[in-house]
C-alpha cells in the first residue's frame, strides 16, 4: 500500500512546491513593479501635480506688495496706523539721512513740508541755524512722485499726481546742527522735526535715531521736555509724540570718520 501512495504523495509535494515558487515570483515582479512606480513619480524629470509645503506651524505669512501699497517692516504710526515714523541716520559732518513714512487718514493731492526751527532759541542749541533738505524723494502709495525741486529751504506746497494715505520721503537734513565743544568736535546738538506738515497735529510721531551716540533728547513743545527714554548707551526718543510737537532736539556724538 506504501509503495502505491507514494508517487501520489510526491506528485503533491513537488505541486506544491511549484505553485510556492510561482508564488514568490509573482511577489517579487509585483513588489519591483511599485518600486519602479515610486522611483518614478519621486523623480524630478517627470510632470504631475506636486502638494505645497504647508510650512512651519505658526509662522509669519509673507506676501507681496500690491501695487499702490507702501512697505513695511513692522507694525506702528507711519506703517499700520495713522501716524509718521522717521529713521534718522546721523552722519560725521552734522547731516543726517531721514526716511519718513506717513500715513494719513484721509487721502490728500497735497502735501506740505516743513523744516525744523532755528536753534537760536532752542534749548541745547541757542545758536542760530539754517536746515535745509535735499536730495529729496517722494513716493504716494508707492508711486514715485515727480518734484519740481528736490531741495527744500522753507515751508511749501508738494501737489500729488495721485491722492494718496501712504507716503514716503527720504532726503538728506543739513544745517540743523551746533557743534557744542572744540575739544570734542563730535559732541553736538541738532533739531529735528517730521518734514511732513500735516492737518491733524494729535496723529502719533515715532523717531530712530542710528549712526551716532544719543545722549539725550529734548521736546520744547511738550509739557514734560525731557523725552529721552532709558540710559546711554541705550538711549531712545519717547515713541507717540504729537505731530504738531514732535520738534526735537537731540545731544549726541555724531559719528567718526573711518
Do not use: H
Not at 126 to 142: D, F
Not at 153 to 160: G, I, K, M, R, Y
Not at 165 to 175: D, F, P, V
Amino acid at each position: 500500500m506504501s509503495q502505491e501512495f507514494l508517487p501520489i504523495e510526491l506528485s503533491g509535494v513537488e505541486d506544491l512546491r511549484r505553485r510556492r515558487a510561482s508564488g514568490v515570483r509573482w511577489l517579487a515582479t509585483a513588489a519591483l513593479t511599485l518600486g519602479l512606480s515610486a522611483t518614478a513619480a519621486c523623480s524630478p524629470d517627470v510632470a504631475g501635480p506636486v502638494a505645497p509645503s504647508p510650512g512651519p506651524a505658526g509662522s509669519p505669512t509673507t506676501q507681496a506688495t500690491q501695487p499702490g501699497q507702501t512697505p513695511s517692516t513692522s507694525p506702528g504710526p507711519g506703517a499700520t496706523r495713522p501716524g509718521i515714523r522717521m529713521n534718522v541716520v546721523a552722519r560725521p559732518d552734522g547731516s543726517f539721512d531721514v526716511t519718513e513714512d506717513v500715513m494719513l487718514p484721509r487721502a490728500t493731492n497735497i502735501l506740505q513740508v516743513q523744516l525744523p526751527a532755528s536753534g537760536a532759541e532752542l534749548p541745547g542749541m541757542m545758536t542760530k541755524t539754517s536746515p535745509i533738505a535735499t536730495n529729496l524723494r517722494m513716493q504716494a502709495n508707492g508711486i514715485p512722485i515727480p518734484l519740481a525741486s528736490s531741495s527744500v529751504t522753507t515751508t511749501t506746497d508738494v501737489p500729488l499726481t495721485t491722492a494718496a494715505t501712504n507716503i514716503r520721503l527720504t532726503y538728506r537734513l543739513s544745517g540743523s546742527t551746533v557743534r557744542r565743544t572744540e575739544s570734542k568736535p563730535e559732541r553736538a546738538s541738532s533739531a529735528i522735526r517730521p518734514l511732513t506738515a500735516i492737518s491733524d497735529g494729535g496723529l502719533p510721531t515715532n523717531l530712530t535715531v542710528t549712526g551716532g551716540d544719543l545722549l539725550n533728547a529734548v521736546c520744547p513743545l511738550l509739557t514734560e521736555t525731557r523725552c529721552a527714554v532709558g540710559d546711554p548707551p541705550k538711549l531712545t526718543v519717547l515713541q507717540g509724540i504729537p505731530a504738531d510737537k514732535a520738534l526735537v532736539v537731540l545731544q549726541l556724538d555724531l559719528p567718526q570718520l573711518q
